[in-house]
């Protein structure tokens, strides 16, 4: 039997799950191996085989070496060329900053020093007609100091390009030609849109870290095969969407936010099979805690990102810690709260967790590698939400006298209260910390949480998720089949996708329809060029359709999506109202002009047959009947533990905790939870608890 095989990989665990054609799915988590995540890669596959051996015909994986890559500074030499005056445009950047009325506060370092940030002489107008002729000698010059410098990688964003790539293209051609071994990438071919910076910035970004990122898939691909597995290795991308390996190392910027993004796309893939119109992803892993949207079965993409500037907090407005990406990407926030998320008291005294974290090396104090400092992991242990005798299965054990020692220490003594105290503050802390992931995807995007389902997973998502939705109000809580592991799972209901843009700045009551038709045809063109290399028919595609508009003098845009069929400007114009009223509250009278910026298309190649089981069965649990867990307003009490099966023998209303191999679901008081017909567990509020 045939299957496919889902990696992702986390800050202290790496999973996987494999999927028989049959719908039969096996998972497995082994620690995360920082030094070389290949290495934890093909011990999992080795696990995965031996249990259910049968030939290899996929293999999904979500990478964070292209985050990391930027995070920890390690990319390639590179090298910028751009128009004559414009070098310093990386330093200027957009003005942005993440923190107010700190003036301590600097802009981090750029990609690419200033020294190999090289300039031609030419200029193009923003019809793409030509200003001043390309110089072959400044070419020539730049070239030279290319060579001396040893530079490993190159970008190249000349001005105006996205209107014609013409001069571009013939530096990236004199470069090649005299030095082939260097990587280059093109504004034009990477992101041909207006804004300087942000196509700029994107275009360096790729360059950095494509000969790191193009060096991990050559060596995971060649240990592929050194296994005998010769199916072709896919990559997640930040927009939600599978790209083959060649393409992800020729743009890996497109797979920079890899690794958070499989576990929404999954979420997607629940929501339609339960038509759940709306639910809010919640993913708490060991290191951070993520948040994403889903409306109508689609997640919730947004135009751009910020990357190397730590976690992300939500909002429209704090930015400029990092690099602007602009590319699309899966609408996330998140926060450094997780399982290792570090608990301690600031310099004034006051309780904080996170953003560091204990990571998968040490690990939180309870792992028994070397850990000292209490993380949330710890916490839950002192509190009796977690299974002494080990996660995993059992497989990682944990000491529960080490955590609470820790906490005494550092936590609790120096607060002058209980360990349990201690220990249940700093989880309600880390609570109100991810609030602010679910209200950034949800109230600064318009919408009302309490209007949504809240699905958890993640190693420690389901601990939290009933706590927090009784705080926002939301009404349901969904915790899918194999939460510790649903973000390799959702690697395995993700379709290929494509996405291109064009950049069209017009006025919408000035704007030609043919020239908007003709945009929209050639970027479905290039959707069905990339899918039909991908193998896919003509009848296992489809294509959405999208504009970016924004009231004329406005500095942003918003995108709209845009039906089939013949598509007019005032209709543009019309559902540009709809959707802005939608974000941001209000819309302009009708006669307020709208300045189209922009048109993109996405190229979905479809499945043969559905990937999604029409049910994933419960996985049963070596579990102890009770356990002496802490609850506020109850204190210490016989809590009953079941498994996933057990419950689904039974409804039956918290507290009580469900077990299970990959995560641990916590059912407080005022919540009823169940098992439905795909093998979720739904929590509910019970009756009588407000």
Known sequence: MSLRIGIDIGGTFTDLVAITEDGRVTTHKTASTPRDYGEGIIEGIQA??????????????????????????????????????????LEIRDLRMPVLYDQSWTKPLALVERRLRLEVTEKLRPDGSVAIPLDPASVASAINLLRDEKVESL???????????????????????ALPIVAISVSSEILPEIKEYPRTSTTVINAYVQPVVRAYITALDARLRA????APLQLMQSNGGLASATFAAAAPAHIIESGPAAGVVGGAALAR???????????????????????????????????????????????????????????LAEVGAGGGSICRLDAGGAPKVGPNSAGADPGPVCYGRGGILPTITDCNLVLGYLDPGGLVGGKLKLDRDAAETAIARDLAGPLSCSAEDAAFGMLRLASATMMRAIRAVSVERGRDPRKFALLAFGGNGPLFAAGIAQELGIERVIVPPLPGVFSAFGLLVADTEHHATQSLRVRLDAADPARIASVLSALKAVGVERLTRDGFSPDRRSFQRAAQARYLGQSSEIEVPLPDGDILPATIATLFGEQHERVYGFRAPPDEPVELIGLSGMARGLPERPRLPERIPPLVADVPSSRRAWF????????????????????RNGPFIVQEYDATCLVPRGMRAEVDSFGNIVMTRSRGSG
């Open 632 to 651: 506020s307003g109850d204190g210490w009490i016989d809590t009953p533990v079941v498994d996933r099966p057990g419950l689904a023998a039974a409804p």
């Open 227 to 230: 296994l005998g597995i010769d």
């Open 273 to 331: 099979r339960l038509n759940e119109p709306g639910i809010i992803t919640f993913d708490m892993g060991g290191t951070t805690a993520k948040a994403g949207l889903v409306e109508n079965g689609e997640v919730l993409r947004t135009e751009a990102i910020e990357v190397g500037g730590g976690v992300m907090a939500g909002s429209r407005l704090l930015v400029g810690a990092g690099y602007i990406l602009k590319l699309p990407a899966i609408d």
């Open 48 to 89: 995965l085989l031996s249990r259910e051996p049968g030939p290899v015909t996929d293999v999904l994986h979500a990478t964070t070496v292209g985050s990391n890559t930027v995070l920890e500074g390690k990319g390639a030499r590179t090298a910028l060329i751009t128009t004559r005056g414009f070098r310093d445009i």
């Open 155 to 177: 970008a190249i964003c000349l001005l105006h390009s996205y209107a014609n790539p013409a001069h571009e293209l013939a530096v990236a051609d004199a470069v090649r030609a």
